[in-house]
C-alpha cells in the first residue's frame, strides 16, 4: 500500500471544506464529493443543463499529484490536431456529459480515462468547483482529485483525441513569470484571456483561455491567495473573482 504524501493529505482535507459559491441553478442540492477512500457519490447535482438555460454540460479533471520537488502539480493535455475543434490546444483532461453519466464527477473520471489512461480507482476526488459557462452556452464544471500514487499511473494517450500529455506547477497560474494578457471585449464588459508560456525539454505549450481561466481558479484555491496580475474574468463565465476568495 502506498504511503500517503502529508503534503497532499492535508491538501485534500482542505479541499473537501469548499462550498462552491453558486451552482447551475440555486434551487437543487448542489453534487456532493465523495467521502474519503471513495468515488461513489451519494447525491448527485440535480440540476440539468436544460433547466439552468444551457445548451450543454461539460466536466473536467484537474488530477493534482506531488512532484520530485515536493511541487504541486497538474496533468495537462494537447489536443489532437485532428480534431474539429479546439485542436492543437492546450486542455485539462474532460469532455461532455453523457446520458449514462451519474453526475459531473463521473464524466470527468470517464474522459480523463479516455483521454489519457487514467484508472478512475487512482483518483481521490474532492472537490467540485463552479461551472465555467463559454460563450457557446457550454457549462464546463471542473472536479479537482488528488492522485497520491503518481507512480501508479502510467499515461496512455488516445491518439484520436490526445497529441500530448505533461504536468505543470499548479503554482505558475498565480504568477506573472511566463504570463501575459489579451484585453476582449463582450457587449461593452472588458475582460482579459490570459496565456501562460509553459516548456518541457523541447516541448513548448500554451495554456490560455478557458483552461488557463480555471486552473488561476483551482491555484487560488489551493494556496488561499490570489493572482499577482489582475484577472478581470469574462463575464459571461460567470463565477468568483479573486476578491472573493474565501478563507477556508
Not at 204 to 233: D, N
Amino acid at each position: 500500500m502506498v504511503q500517503k504524501s502529508q503534503k497532499l493529505l492535508s491538501l485534500a482535507q482542505q479541499l473537501r471544506l469548499y462550498k462552491p459559491q453558486y451552482s447551475l441553478t440555486e434551487e437543487h442540492p448542489q453534487q456532493r464529493v465523495p467521502k474519503e477512500g471513495t468515488n461513489s457519490v451519494s447525491q448527485s447535482l440535480n440540476s440539468t443543463a436544460e433547466s439552468a438555460g444551457i445548451n450543454n454540460r461539460a466536466a473536467v479533471l484537474v488530477c493534482i499529484f506531488e512532484g520530485n520537488d515536493s511541487d504541486l502539480r497538474v496533468f495537462l493535455t494537447k489536443r489532437s490536431s485532428s480534431l474539429s475543434s479546439h485542436s492543437g490546444e492546450v486542455a485539462l483532461p474532460g469532455g461532455k456529459r453523457e446520458d449514462g453519466d451519474a453526475d459531473d464527477i463521473e464524466t470527468a473520471l470517464r474522459e480523463a480515462q479516455e483521454e489519457i489512461g487514467l484508472d478512475p480507482a487512482l483518483v481521490d476526488v474532492v472537490a467540485v468547483l463552479e461551472p465555467f459557462v463559454t460563450l457557446s452556452g457550454i457549462a464546463v464544471v471542473p472536479v479537482v482529485g488528488i492522485l497520491f500514487d503518481k507512480k501508479a499511473f502510467v499515461p496512455s494517450p488516445n491518439a484520436n483525441e490526445v497529441e500530448a500529455i505533461f504536468d505543470v506547477p499548479v503554482e505558475m497560474f498565480l504568477k506573472d513569470e511566463n504570463h501575459r494578457t489579451e484585453k476582449k471585449q463582450w457587449l461593452g464588459y472588458k475582460y482579459s484571456l490570459h496565456y501562460f508560456d509553459y516548456q518541457t525539454g523541447s516541448q513548448r505549450f500554451v495554456i490560455w483561455a478557458l483552461t488557463a481561466g480555471i486552473m488561476i481558479r483551482v491555484a487560488s484555491i489551493v494556496y488561499q491567495r490570489p493572482p499577482t496580475f489582475l484577472e478581470q474574468r469574462p463575464p459571461f463565465w460567470g463565477g468568483v473573482s479573486q476578491r472573493d476568495i474565501p478563507k477556508l
